[in-house]
């Protein structure tokens, strides 16, 4: 069982930068392909990107690939989505979701999931 917890999000005019962190419980973070999803109002829920378990293997959507940057930390148990050249498209509520196995894009394969942060970019 792992819980997640979201922090970081807030309003950013376009062009600036966020940080987004997500802390998770338990002693087996080292053990889960974590990912970031976001759902913009109105839109279902999309990949942002992902780091595979082990090798720390990125993957990224298409729309903010040389933008954001997803990192982890395992000795704080700690997964990371920095967020550069922000757009307005780029508002919604930021997920972080851990797995077990390799990474995916699809939703539904991830087991636990956080509370969501809300972020917002002004234009």
Not at 3 to 14: D, M, T
Not at 86 to 103: I, R, S
């Amino acid at each position: 069982q792992v819980q997640l917890v979201e922090s970081g999000g807030g309003l950013v005019q376009a062009g600036g930068s966020l940080r987004l962190s997500c802390a998770a419980s338990g002693r087996t973070f080292s053990t889960y392909t974590m990912g970031w999803f976001r759902q913009a109002p109105g839109k279902e829920r999309e990949f942002v990107t992902a780091m595979r378990r082990w090798t720390g293997s990125t993957y990224y959507a298409d729309s903010v690939k040389g933008r954001f940057t997803i990192s982890r930390d395992n000795g704080k148990n700690t997964v990371y989505l920095q967020m550069n050249s922000l757009k307005p498209e780029d508002t919604a509520v930021y997920y972080c979701a851990a797995k077990g196995g390799g990474a995916s894009d699809k939703d539904y394969e991830y087991d636990y999931w956080g509370q969501g942060t809300q972020v917002t970019v002004s234009s």
